[in-house]
């Protein structure tokens, strides 16, 4: 009998983006993939290129619905992976922050992901698949003036441990995929918010971030690492805290993936302290001791 092909449905397929890259190497490895974007035109390439397409906002319910019901009739009640990246980013200091738009990004970043799957558990479990949760290296880093964008991703990573608990029962698996500095689209397709104009980090405005600004891993090559660890299954034996041959738990992957690791092995005081000094806040400080004289 010929093995069922392995369905995969990913959230976030914009052109240049990872979700994009992740639905072309999952398509190359012969899965069945069905993509989703807010946008029809943000889907082009990818239905060109034979997958299947459906639109969906993760922010609104008839949208989930709608695409939840459209997974069912292609995937015929068996999903292997779910593929949660769809996200957005919110640039500014946590003492300046919009409440607003604070909760539009738990909203798409935390929430719809746990509604998401949730409403996809029954075909999971129907295939004991896997779900990959695209996390970053800010859910356990500070990264300054992302706070906001780093609690979403903290509280991802937590869901992820969690959820790999309670759904093991069921054969379902997690993948948190902990993403340092890759090349994609997230916060570029619009200009962030400008800061207050009594910003109490108004000396820093406008300096770039202190690290990820050169080159950064490109996502077809990050797609290809995460979809391969996504494709191993369940492996061929649990021993205690491993599991042989099988997908992991975690994994960190993109540029200096290895000195962030590093960095939250050492611990939060380290982090702090070359934190303040890569973001340069001594610019801020002698700013302080400027106006104090």
Request: charged residues 15%; positive net charge.
């Amino acid at each position: 009998m010929a093995e069922r092909q392995k369905t995969v449905f990913i959230t976030g397929c914009s052109p240049g983006g990872i979700g994009n890259a992740l639905a072309r190497e999952f398509h190359a490895h012969g899965c069945k993939v069905i993509a989703s974007a807010r946008r029809p035109e943000a889907l082009t390439d990818l239905t060109e290129l034979g997958l299947d397409t459906i639109l969906l906002d993760v922010n609104n319910e008839d949208s989930v619905a709608a695409a939840v019901k459209s997974i069912l009739s292609i995937t015929g009640g068996k999903l292997d992976i779910l593929v949660n990246n769809a996200g957005t980013t919110y640039v500014m200091p946590l003492a300046d922050v919009d409440l607003r738009a604070f909760r539009s990004l738990l909203e798409t970043n935390i929430v719809s992901v746990v509604g998401l799957t949730n409403r996809l558990l029954p075909q999971l479990i129907a295939a004991k698949g896997l779900v990959v949760n695209i996390s970053s290296c800010g859910e356990s880093l500070p990264f300054p003036f992302k706070g906001t964008y780093a609690m979403t991703k903290a509280a991802l990573a937590s869901y992820s441990k969690t959820l790999s608990v309670e759904l093991a029962p069921f054969g379902v698996r997690v993948l948190n995929v902990t993403t340092a500095f890759i090349q994609s689209q997230l916060g570029k397709r619009a200009p962030p918010p400008p800061w207050p104009e009594n910003s109490l980090y108004s000396p820093m405005k406008g300096l770039p971030q202190g690290a990820g600004s050169g080159q950064r891993m490109l996502p077809e090559a990050y797609a290809k690492q995460v979809v391969a660890e996504s494709l191993k299954g369940p492996g061929w034996l649990e021993w205690g805290p491993w599991r042989l041959g099988g997908t992991r738990e975690t994994m960190i992957l993109g540029t200096l993936s290895g000195p962030m690791w590093f960095l939250g092995f050492l611990g939060a005081n380290w982090a702090r302290f070359i934190t303040l000094r890569m973001w340069k806040f001594s610019i801020l400080t002698d700013a302080l001791k400027k106006k104090t004289v």
